[in-house]
């Protein structure tokens, strides 16, 4: 008799999956390590602490640009070259980043380093998705996400260190590293794949039309919104905790690794509660940090509030992130290319209006407490999109269980068949 096959939660993922979500983390660590090196990296270069933030704004521009376009770009493309030739030009913007001479310079190479991040972010997911059965596909995502939750608990505080004892640039030097790492494990591990033909084959022109969706707009303005408050704050937080907070600059890749523990108790919190709670989540993550900046502009000035504080948020902020992402899929489910990409990119539209916000409170000459006033403001603009999305699917399915109660609708069964399943509000 022959054995059982084995259950698809003790199935192994291929070894591509986990040279993807190594790749990420050499991406996210990228991404978000210059909060824990802007003020070495400001003195080296000249610039004040602002325009140095603007670094940050670079990259997400970057990813702004480039999620939507490399994904509609790489459709009909081999992914498994594809992936090779972004991680490629991702390394190299990395040692160009570590050898840039001047701000200018930096400056571009942080935007070619999104954009081939951006890329490899539309691909790699499809390519990871493809790898595995059906039944598999969330452990394999989860695989990728995973690595940019470690990315900021161990990438960026790792960065700091590095910033804070070898120079900035070697933190550059570290991630080209990682990259090359990457690179040869996706050469030898990541099989070739078809892109899909027939009826499967993405078609751009009908996705596109996702874009004529109210909701579509708000769910993509929520998350926008709730990544500008994160990281109108995160940018900053390192000459908060040393300036205002009055920490030594040794505390700062503590703190950061403090918020990356915070991210990940977030993402599983927020994994496990969003498919069946998902406005639940989302109004209960945004207004929990809405609370959190505040409280931390009133207490700033307190060490233990600031290191707490910037746990907390951690926490709130990466709770809301699987119900954002799933809002958005469940609003664009015709679109599935698009919508991975459209989440990207709204998610960097954030992380460019928030730190460039925050450097205009700081230019402004209000100090860096006014960063976490400019979060909650942020945040309490996504709590009223959330509101307002919330109205409009409420009024959506209400119009649905009215039309099919009219006596032109058919017997009371039709009608009974177009009720909504108990908590559907909550989760669509």
Known sequence: MPAPAASPARARLPLAVYVLGLSVFALGTSEFMLSGILQPLARDLGVSIPQAGLLVSAFAIGMVVGAPVLAAATLRLPRR????????????????????????????????SALACAGFWAVGAAVAVSLVPVNARARAMAVMVGGLSIANIAGVPAGALLGQHAGWRSAFWAVAALSVVGLVGVVALVPRTKVPTGEDRPQLRR????????????????????GAAV?????????????????????????????????????????????????????????????????????????????????????????????????????ANAAPTLAGATTTAAFNIGNTVGP?????????????????????????????????????????????????????????????????????????
């Open 356 to 428: 460039w916000l925050g450097g205009l409170t700081i230019s402004a000459g209000w100090g860096y407490p006014s960063v976490a006033w400019t979060g909650a403001a942020l945040a309490a603009v996504a709590v009223l999109t959330t509101a307002l999305a919330f109205r409009l699917h409420r009024a959506s399915a209400h119009s649905r269980v009215v039309a099919s109660s009219a006596p032109a609708a058919g017997s009371a069964a039709d009608a009974a068949s177009a009720l909504p399943a108990p908590e559907s509000a909550d989760r669509h």
């Open 231 to 331: 990281f109108a704050l995160f940018s900053y937080l390192s000459p908060l905790l040393t300036d205002t907070a009055g920490l030594a600059e040794s505390w700062v890749p503590t703190v950061l690794a403090l918020f990356g523990v915070g991210a990940l108790i977030g993402t599983f919190i927020g994994g496990r509660i969003a498919d069946a709670h998902l406005f639940g989540t989302l109004f209960g993550g945004i207004a929990a940090s809405t609370a959190v900046l505040t409280l931390l502009a009133l207490t700033a000035h307190s060490p233990v509030a600031a290191v707490a504080l910037s746990l907390m948020l951690g926490v709130t902020a990466f709770t809301t992130a699987p119900a954002l992402n799933a809002r958005m899929f469940n609003v």
């Open 207 to 226: 996705e596109l039309t996702i874009y004529k969706d109210k909701q579509v707009w708000l769910a993509l303005i929520a998350t926008a919104m709730n």
């Open 81 to 112: 070259t594809t992936l090779i030739a972004l991680l490629a030009i991702f390394g190299l913007g990395q040692v160009a980043g570590a050898l840039a001479p001047s701000y200018a310079v930096l400056f571009a190479s942080r935007v070619i």
